[in-house]
């Protein structure tokens, strides 16, 4: 019990005597926490709003498609081969089989693709889209999906063109029978010449206009067919029945279920960036808690002496180190829970393509264990090696600072006599702390990486072959992916500043020298930054593959563009131009400090 | 300003706090140095001498008084100027000698020649030459970890020769030493005495500054004494006495 007082009075004194440490560590941990939360909260999130949207619509429990095209089925499609299903064993109710077409729409200046879906004008029993506004189809009138009305700005009124006919729009629906835009064709999609540019969104006509639009574009006309299960749970069971069937002119079955997930990948993709984006910031968390807790050790060492002179065992100061960080990171581990959980919901909308609201952000026990995990995770990891350093020190020693020798790496000094004064010192400087190389070059790495896959969304978006008008997928994706690079930017700054501080601090005897024997000020100075341009710039070039990598997952599938070579030099200059002039803050501050002053105090 | 003068400093100050916190480190020093004299300035503890030496290397910037280095004036130099006046004009030895754990004894001397901008064939070549005369050749690739304080003190002694400075400035050159060490250290400060170089050695060391030209004795951040090596006082021993007392 006394041994427990003990550490808890000296981990508590210690917080309190170096609060700004305190803060950094928690704020470090915390950005990653919350990122991770957020990521967690958004698993599910469109489940409600999908099955609210599937009851308000008597959505389908399977739609079939029956789409011309391709080697084995080039002719116009026979509808009534759909109408076999009506009467299939579990069958319970069915609509269509509709028309449905693919035009060119234009609107309020902007072109995209749409798929166009002949329906009655009489309400139909299965899969009735259920209106936002405005009023249902009607001849010349047409419904615009809430998704793709949006994206193109459209309201009740306005007119757009559907390949050359031109049509008012009536009214704005959703449905849960086929994907949000831009996830239209996940049904199936037949759109020759330059409509295959494009991912369609959703429009619906009365039949015949549809048929009207299919004739005057000379566009094909597919079927789609809606039925409802007496057993909703089976329809994935049904549809894979029936797909088994690989002859080409089998119509092709697709379960809500499929559909709600094809629904929900917007909010997958944010998912996937936020935890990839937590892992990242979980890793720049590590590297600043090494970097604090490295300097700290390094300014803690008299005192680690002191513990043991007084009694301290080995085991006790450990503890202390480590209880000091977990504490911190408990506390961190929370602000980022709650922080997740009270931003979730910006993030969780169900967008204009679904009714109903998410729900509370459903954060359960595993979740909150991952949170934690991680955050003590990146305490330990990172406070486990100066700890036991800490512990194993002699109290001799301890208590007379002494500092860890530095490494010695005999072709850098021969290779850096050749070069400038500045260069000299700043290749000789750096490889004084490999480790500390290692975490500034890996801390730069990732927030590059950060920032080239918010380049890579740039310049898919710009990139032809994947139109689709103020995509909300790329707007939400593109959106999230920013704010994780600034949550990114934000933490490689501190650990920038923290790195470059250590740094100072460690060559602060050796740049006094380097002053007494004749080095410049300045020569010094730029000596400090170019050791920390080495590792900069190493990161920023490890973060282009990163950054690629990075987007290219979150995205699973579809094609990357490359962002352009000036992008990424623009990105590799700019971030050691940003690492470099951080390191000046520094740099002059121990340059105004004369020279014998550094001196005496190291001897001191 | 006589051309015999090297280093010449007139009502040169350094005070460090304000009101009564006030410390005046040095108080008023008036000093000419020679070329090519020896110069040893002692005194207790905490009375300004090592504060003294750093202001005639341009270490530390002086509160006031004037300052020269070889007729130029150095209490007014940038701090780029200043530094380029330790690359070439000064050579220091310090107490904890300062030296480079990470290079080896022949790097940490030619580190100044570096510096200063020479070949690092030259350099080299200067460091091995160095070494020789202080009689460490065969020491020259050892680390200063591998050496022992004597060792270590006259690698500090070649380096702070490595650019030929025109007054090598020594703080407690023997402090951290043996006797035996500190005795290989003076006949090297001798032997630098003997060919012509300009000295000023801040020291405890009795025996250092009997190999001196001149003594000076400090309290309180003044000159309280001058001896010759003659055996001349030029100063007030009385007064030195009182304080002292």
Redesign the interface.
Known sequence: MGKLLLVWRLTTKDLRHRPGEAVLLLLAIATAATALTLGMALHGATNNPYAATRAATNGPDVVVTEIPGGPGNPGPVNAAALTRLDHAPGVVAHSGPYPVTWALVRARGLTAGAEIDGRSSAPSSVDQPKLTSGSWVRPGGAVVEGGFARALGLAIGDRITLGRVSFRVVGIAVTAAIPNYPGVCFLGCEMPGSLGNYNPGLIWLTQTDAERVAALSAEPVAYFADLKLSDPAQANNFANAYDANTSPRAPFLLSWQSIRNEDATTISNDQLVLITGSWLLGLLALASVAVLVGGRMAGQTRRVGLVKAVGGTPGLVATVFLFEHVLLALCAAGAGLLAGWLTAPLLTGPGAGLVGAPGPPPLGTSAIGLVTAMALGVAVIATFVPAIRAARISTVSALGDAVR????RAWV?AFS??LP?PL?LGL?LAA?RPRRLVLSALSVAITASGIVAVLAVHATDASPGFLAPNNPQNLQLDQVTSVISAMLIILAVVNAILIAWAMALDAR??SA???????????VGTALSVAQIFPALAGALLGIPGGIGLYDAAKHGGSTAVPPVSWLGAMVLGTVLVVAVLTVIPARIG?RR????I??A??A | MDALILVRARGLRKEYGKGEGLVRAVHGVDLDVAAGETLAVMGPSGCGK??LL?LL?G???PSGGELWLNGRRTDQMG??AL??M???DVG?V???F?L????TAK?NV???A????RP?RQ??RRAIELLGQVGLAERADH?P?ALSGGQRQRVAIA?ALA?EPLVVLADEPTGNLDSAAALDVLRLFEVLHLSGMTLVIVTHDNRVASAADRVISMRDGAFVDELLTSGTTTGNLADFARIGG
């Open positions: 020798t530095p490494r010695r000094v006599a050749r004064v000299l000789r004084r005897h050796s020298l380097a002053r007494a024997l004749g080095a410049t000020p300045r020569q340059a004369p020279v014998a002053e001196l005496q190291e001897t | 090592s504060t750093h290397g270490l530390d910037r701090e780029r530094a380029r330790r690359r070439s220091f310090f107490q904890a300062h480079m754990d990470e290079l790097e030619e580190l100044p570096l510096l200063a901008g690092p350099a080299r680390l970890s380096r650019n």
